[in-house]
Nanobody, 124 residues
Framework: QVQLVESGGGMVQAGGSLRVSCAASGLSFSVYAMAWFRQAPGKEREFVASISGGGGNTVYADSVKGRFTVSRDNDKNTVYLEMNNLKPEDTAVYYC?????????????????WGQGTQVTVSS
């Protein structure tokens, strides 16, 4: 059974930093692309970033490019999202997701497995 468990969310002031993690189990982690999505109240879930199975390729949404960094540790079956210079508009529930294959996919419907999400709140 595949499980993705996010952690590390919380509340931070604008301009601050936060790192969220996603621990995976029940899958051959290194062959799965991993992604982060987020969903703010009243809005649709949106793509944030993705990383290839080997970690050598990353994709970012324009809204977070230069501020967020996605990385992974395949020995620990964990993917990370380092968030810097946070803005109030980054407030959302952050979800990690996994798909077999490449990471150049931004559509949430094409990701097979999802975590339960972790809340990130940025105050102004």
């Amino acid at each position: 059974q595949v499980q993705l468990v996010e952690s590390g969310g919380g509340m931070v002031q604008a301009g601050g930093s936060l790192r969220v993690s996603c621990a995976a189990s029940g899958l051959s982690f290194s062959v799965y692309a991993m992604a982060w999505f987020r969903q703010a109240p009243g809005k649709e879930r949106e793509f944030v970033a993705s990383i290839s199975g080997g970690g050598g390729n990353t994709v970012y949404a324009d809204s977070v490019k230069g501020r967020f960094t996605v990385s992974r540790d395949n020995d620990k079956n964990t993917v990370y999202l380092e968030m810097n210079n946070l803005k109030p508009e980054d407030t959302a529930v952050y979800y990690c997701a996994a798909r077999y294959g490449h990471n150049k996919i931004r559509a949430s419907s094409l990701y097979n497995f999802w975590g339960q999400g972790t809340q990130v709140t940025v105050s102004s």
